[in-house]
């Protein structure tokens, strides 16, 4: 078994999309209208995808996710090359932080759109 996709709300699929396929060397997959009336695009590879949803009314972030029940603390996403992408995370305006070297890899986090926190993985 394998996890397929992640479904998040975001405020705009589109922009979100764009980032992270600039990011991590993604591309979409797919776009359109969803269920709700909303938009939804799926951005990966040809293995897993990130279902970015917006719905057809505005929306506000949530409480701190890491002491709610069913909350999304993290998506960790593994890298080959680790400075490659902070490089790339950093040009883009975010800030990575939280680095750690421990087995089995080395990682660093930050925080993307919609206050959605990244762990960003390389097991090289």
Not at 38 to 57: I, R
Not at 80 to 103: C, I, Q, S, T, W
Request: aromatic residues 12%; glycine residues 8%; hydrophobic residues 40%.
């Amino acid at each position: 078994m394998k996890l397929e996709h992640v479904n998040l709300t975001v405020r705009d699929p589109k922009a979100t999309a764009a980032i992270l396929c600039e990011l991590f060397d993604w591309q979409v997959r797919w776009e359109g209208e969803s269920i709700y009336g909303g938009h939804t695009v799926h951005v990966g590879d040809t293995e897993s995808y990130l279902a970015l949803y917006a719905p057809p009314k505005e929306i506000q972030n949530a409480e701190e996710s890491y002491y709610r029940a069913g909350g999304l603390n993290h998506i960790g996403i593994v890298v080959a090359d680790l400075d490659m992408v902070e490089a790339r995370v950093k040009a883009a305006g975010f800030v990575p932080g939280n680095h750690a070297d421990y087995e089995p890899g080395t990682r660093f986090y930050f925080e993307g759109p919609d206050a959605v926190e990244y762990e960003v993985i390389s097991y090289a």
